[in-house]
Every structure is written in structure tokens, then in C-alpha cells.
């Protein structure tokens, strides 16, 4: 039975096949995560036999009637971007977010923000979420997923005219083969993996939404005490970062080797931000019902206490005989009153009903911008940004 003392375990990021099978090869243990191990592991089984491929067959220097150079596996940009950045983020996210989301959870007890008669129900949904980490059935559907996906990619990637590490027509090369059924289905597969446990994420912020929780309508966070809940979204910066950072290797893919121009890119890489901020944002939407309803309410009762107090303040101030107030008296208990009323007053109408703070919001922003800045000084010299 859980206490508001007892620490919260909530390792949304471990567990599932997938992390028992690095278990049985001891990439990991119970006590230990070793994240940077695991991580060098799967940066060398998606990447060094791609080079070791290349290295032992590679194409030919020039392909085709256009004598397009062959794309080599060293200037390929989203290689690097998705196996020496995305995979490695992806296995150390598991922990990095673990500290700022389990804090999160610890002050819905600790700050009742969560009733103590609903506290129960609270620590049945965090134990059913972490279950359904556990299930063998989503992981198989999502290394099935993995697979497609890659397949249909290599489909595309195949039917261009010039050759490339990859493939020489619509035959594979070396490096391609393992690329198209190890490196790239690894890859989609600790995609679709976190995307799994994010959805889980949005189920557990649900839930607590529902749970009739303790809002103060009045509170200085401007957001009925659940600003913390809008902080604790920095903890999936590391993310964004990761899945910006496959966004923007596709992008500096074409720029460089395609040579193809930013402004035919632009559509892409802003629904590539928009979409991996939203993913970190949306489950906030879940707050807005509780927030809004609280806020209405607070509305009512506090405008409508204000009301009588200033129909009292008026009858005792301003009715006949006319008063005219001393400084001695503004100072009495009526006028303090009176100021500290009106600004309840005042914070339950500015309360915000979105939970975003900036402090959750602008890391996320940062993690998902930084990839795309080195394009931005491929695709334009120093000296015309300058101007």
C-alpha cells in the first residue's frame, strides 16, 4: 500500500520483451540499466556493418546516363543522423525521463492535488500502466510495424534512377541488405516502441484528469496548482530531440545529395515539428475540462462572495451620513479585506486552463529546433544569413 511518503516507481521507458531479451544478454540487469552499454550495442549492430558492407563490395563511382556520383555510406546524412544520435537517445531516454516524471507523480500525492479518497484508484491506474508495458502482443505488432514500414521505404528508395550505397537499380547491395532488414527495422522499431509507452503516457494523464482532482481555482501558479504537471514535459526533451533529429537527416539527405532546395522542404520539416511538439503537449489537453469546470465555479463563488462584501463595505462606508475615510481608517480591517478579495478575484479570472508553463514548453522547442540548425547553414552561406 502506497503512502504519500513512499516514493513513486513509474520506469515507463524498461520492462517489455524487448528489454528482457537484453536482460538474457546481459546488456542490462535489474539493478543496473547500463544505458551507455546498451546503447554502444545497438549504435553497433545498426551501423558498423553497414561500413564494413560498403567497405567489402561499395558500387560503382558513377552510374547512369546523368553520371550522378555514387552515394556513398559516408556522406549519407541521415545514416549518421539516425543511428549515431536517434538510436542512442532512444535507449537513454528509458532513464533520462524516469527522475522528472515520477516527481510529477509524487506531487499529485504529496500536494493532494489528488483527494485522498481517490489516491487508491490513482495507484491502480500507475500499476495497470506499468503492466501494460509488459505486453508481448503490442511489441509483436510493433516489430511487425518495424518491418513494413522499412520494406515499403526500401521499395521507394529503390525505384531511383541512380545508384548508392543502398542499391544499384532495384538490386540491394551489401550494406543495403542489412540496412533494409536489421538497421532500419531496429530503428522503427524503438520508434514505435516509445510511441507505444507515449500513448501509455497519455492513458495515465487521462485517467488522472478523470479522478476529480483538487484544483485551486486561486493559486499562483495561475494554473490551479497543476503547473508542475506543464514542468514535468521537459523531461521527454531528449525525445523530441531524438525523433527531430530523423527528421532532420532525411532533410540534409536531399539538400545535400539531392540537391534539393530548403524551400521545397519547408512543408515537411514544420509538420515534422508540429508533430513531435504535439506529441509531448496534447495528453495537457486532458486537464482542461477539470480546469475549466473548476474555474467557473470559483468564478461564481468568489465574484459572488465580492459582491455581498462590497454591498456590506458600501452600506457601512458610503451610506448616508457621508463618510469621508481617514487614513487611519482606510488602514482597518475592511479595506485589507477588500484589496485581498479583489485579488483572488482577480487570479481565479487569470487562471490559465491549459497546464503549459514555459519552463515545460521552451526545452522542448530547443531539442526539437537544434537538429535543423546545421541545414539552415548548409543551405544558406554564412554571409547571406548575415544579411
Not at 478523470?210 to 496548482?225: F, V
Not at 506543464?230 to 537527416?249: E, K, M, P, V
Not at 462590497?310 to 479585506?337: C, G, H, M, S
Request: aromatic share 12%; glycine share 6%; proline share 7%.
Amino acid at each position: 500500500m502506497h503512502t504519500p511518503n513512499s516514493p513513486i516507481q513509474f520506469p515507463l521507458g524498461t520492462e517489455g520483451p524487448f528489454y528482457r531479451l537484453q536482460m538474457i544478454l546481459r546488456l542490462a540487469a535489474e539493478d543496473r540499466p547500463n544505458v551507455i552499454r546498451r546503447a554502444a550495442a545497438m549504435l553497433g549492430i545498426a551501423w558498423l556493418p553497414l561500413a564494413m558492407l560498403w567497405i567489402g563490395q561499395g558500387v560503382p563511382e558513377h552510374t547512369g546516363a546523368e553520371n550522378i556520383p555514387a552515394e556513398s555510406v559516408f556522406t549519407h546524412a541521415a545514416t549518421y543522423a539516425r543511428f549515431f544520435v536517434t538510436v542512442p537517445l532512444l535507449i537513454i531516454a528509458e532513464n533520462a525521463i524516469r527522475p522528472v516524471v515520477e516527481g510529477a507523480l509524487q506531487q499529485l500525492v504529496i500536494r493532494e492535488v489528488v483527494p485522498p479518497s481517490r489516491q487508491e484508484a490513482f495507484f491502480r491506474l500507475l500499476l495497470a500502466a506499468l503492466e501494460w508495458r509488459k505486453s508481448r502482443w503490442a511489441e509483436a505488432v510493433m516489430l511487425g510495424l518495424a518491418y513494413l514500414t522499412a520494406q515499403l521505404a526500401m521499395s521507394v528508395l529503390v525505384t531511383e534512377p541512380h545508384a548508392s550505397w543502398m542499391h544499384t537499380g532495384a538490386r540491394l547491395t551489401w550494406a543495403g541488405a542489412w540496412y533494409a532488414w536489421v538497421s532500419l527495422p531496429l530503428l522503427q522499431f524503438l520508434i514505435f516502441r516509445w510511441l507505444y509507452r507515449l500513448f501509455i503516457w497519455w492513458r495515465v494523464l487521462f485517467g488522472i484528469s478523470r479522478l476529480g482532482l483538487d484544483i485551486q481555482p486561486a493559486h499562483p501558479d495561475e494554473r490551479g496548482g497543476l503547473a508542475f504537471i506543464g514542468d514535468s514535459i521537459q523531461a521527454f526533451g531528449i525525445l523530441a530531440f531524438a525523433f527531430s533529429a530523423t527528421a532532420a537527416g532525411a532533410v540534409a539527405d536531399f539538400i545535400v545529395n539531392e540537391a534539393a532546395p530548403i524551400t521545397e522542404l519547408k512543408g515537411f520539416i514544420a509538420g515534422a515539428a508540429v508533430f513531435i511538439l504535439l506529441l509531448f503537449l496534447a495528453p495537457l489537453g486532458f486537464f482542461v475540462k477539470p480546469l475549466y469546470e473548476a474555474k467557473d465555479e470559483a468564478l461564481l463563488r468568489y465574484e459572488g462572495l465580492a459582491e455581498r462584501f462590497w454591498q456590506a463595505f458600501d452600506r457601512k462606508w458610503l451610506e448616508a451620513p457621508p463618510v469621508r475615510p481617514t487614513p487611519d481608517q482606510i488602514a482597518e480591517p475592511d479595506f485589507a479585506a477588500l484589496t485581498d478579495l479583489g485579488a483572488v478575484v482577480k487570479a481565479v479570472r487569470e487562471m490559465k486552463t491549459f497546464p503549459l508553463t514555459r519552463e515545460g514548453v521552451l526545452p522542448l522547442v530547443t531539442a526539437i529546433a537544434i537538429p535543423f540548425l546545421p541545414i539552415v547553414f548548409v543551405a544558406f552561406p554564412l554571409q547571406e544569413l548575415l544579411s
